[in-house]
């Protein structure tokens, strides 16, 4: 059973810069994307970035684009959303997720099969 914990949230003030991990656990295959979602309150899940398996191929949000990135370390078992110039409007619960079903992204909440707890991002102004 894949399992995903993300972590690395914390309260930032504007223009300050976080960075999320997200560790997969429960399988040896390394060909899983990786997505980034957020949920504001009263708000739904909206997508932030995602990236392929190998992180060849990446895409964003408009809103982040410029500001975030997305890495995946050697091992290929987490990954990592380098947030820079974060703004109040940036503050939600920010998830990671995966699937199995294809190694390539998506930028659809309905196609990610594995979620991470969440971690929670705010940012002052």
């Known amino acids: 059973q894949v399992q995903l914990v993300d972590s690395g949230g914390g309260e930032v003030q504007a223009g300050g810069s976080l960075t999320l991990s997200c560790v997969r656990s429960g399988t040896t295959f390394s060909w899983y994307p990786v997505g980034w979602f957020r949920q504001a309150p009263g708000k739904e899940r909206e997508f932030v970035a995602a990236a392929n398996w190998n992180g060849g191929s990446t895409a964003y949000a408009d809103s982040v684009r410029g500001r975030f990135s997305i890495a995946r370390d050697s091992a290929k078992i987490a990954w990592y959303l380098h947030m820079n110039n974060l703004k109040p409007e940036d503050t939600a619960v920010y998830y990671c997720?995966?699937?199995?079903?294809?190694?390539?992204?998506?930028?659809?909440?309905?196609?990610?099969?594995?979620w991470g707890q969440g971690t929670q991002v705010t940012v002052s102004s």
């Open positions: 997720a995966t699937r199995r079903e294809t190694s390539d992204w998506s930028t659809k909440v309905s196609e990610y099969t594995y």
